[in-house]
């Protein structure tokens, strides 16, 4: 069982480059999340899906961009990266139908601006 | 905005010792939930609390919600070195599937 699958596990990018991470979920869940984690920090939730086509801002959106191209995979861009996007991007999906169930999270992508 | 503030930040306790974390806010949530986060690994779900005033125990942790809806806590009894880790609160915004975090407490429990 994959679960979540997020790709890469770490990248390096200069200021200004542009990327796209990559989450893909095998639990057949509706709802899916990207959130970032700083040091010692709590997870931020970035963008949220709540079904196929469907994508709302979160707490910190600003310099992102999300596709939920399909019900499995939703991808977060950075544009043009900045040294205040370095963190540790997490993806997380959820069943939705009831308000309790559990998130499953990737791995996590490790990301440096420079 | 909703959000979840935790306390304390960090701790750090001797094995055996009893602890207990919170998770506060300010509005009123449907349901809480408690994660526990490893180095280098994503959340894993401990509990799920929806009613107020329950309480659920989990082997040594035991979790409450407020009679309110508004916070949370954790229980933690003779800490093991095994319960090291980051406990984060989540719960969904107002009427939304959009859940968000808590500021996270850092437990070490020394050997």
């Known amino acids: 069982n994959a679960g979540v699958t997020q790709t890469p596990k770490f990248q390096v990018l200069k200021t200004g480059q542009s990327m796209t991470l990559q989450c893909a979920q095998d639990m057949n869940h509706n709802s899916m999340y990207w959130y970032r984690q700083d040091p010692g920090m709590g997870l931020r939730l970035i963008y949220y899906s709540a079904s196929e086509g469907t994508t709302d801002k979160g707490e910190v959106p600003n310099g992102y961009n999300v596709s939920r191209l399909n019900k499995r995979e939703f991808s977060l861009r950075l544009e043009s990266a900045a040294p205040s996007q370095t963190s540790v991007y997490f993806c997380?999906?959820?069943?939705?139908?009831?308000?309790?169930?559990?998130?499953?999270f990737g791995q996590g992508t490790r990301l440096t601006v420079v | 905005t909703q959000l979840l503030e935790q306390s304390p930040q960090f701790l750090s306790i001797q094995e055996g010792e009893n602890l207990t974390v919170y998770c506060n806010s300010s509005s009123v949530f449907s349901s809480l939930q408690w994660y526990r986060q490893e180095p280098g690994e994503g959340p894993v779900l401990l509990v799920t609390?929806?009613?107020?005033?329950e309480v659920k125990k989990l082997k040594r942790l035991t979790f409450q919600f407020g009679d309110a809806r508004k916070d949370s806590s954790l229980h933690i009894t003779a800490a093991q070195p095994g319960d090291t880790g980051l406990y984060l609160c989540?719960?969904?915004?107002?009427?939304?599937?959009?859940?968000?975090f808590g500021t996270g407490t850092r437990l070490k429990v020394l050997a």
């Open positions: 989540a719960g969904p915004t107002s009427g939304t599937y959009k859940y968000i």
């Open positions: 609390v929806v009613t107020g005033g």
């Open positions: 997380a999906s959820r069943l939705r139908g009831a308000m309790n169930t559990e998130a499953f």
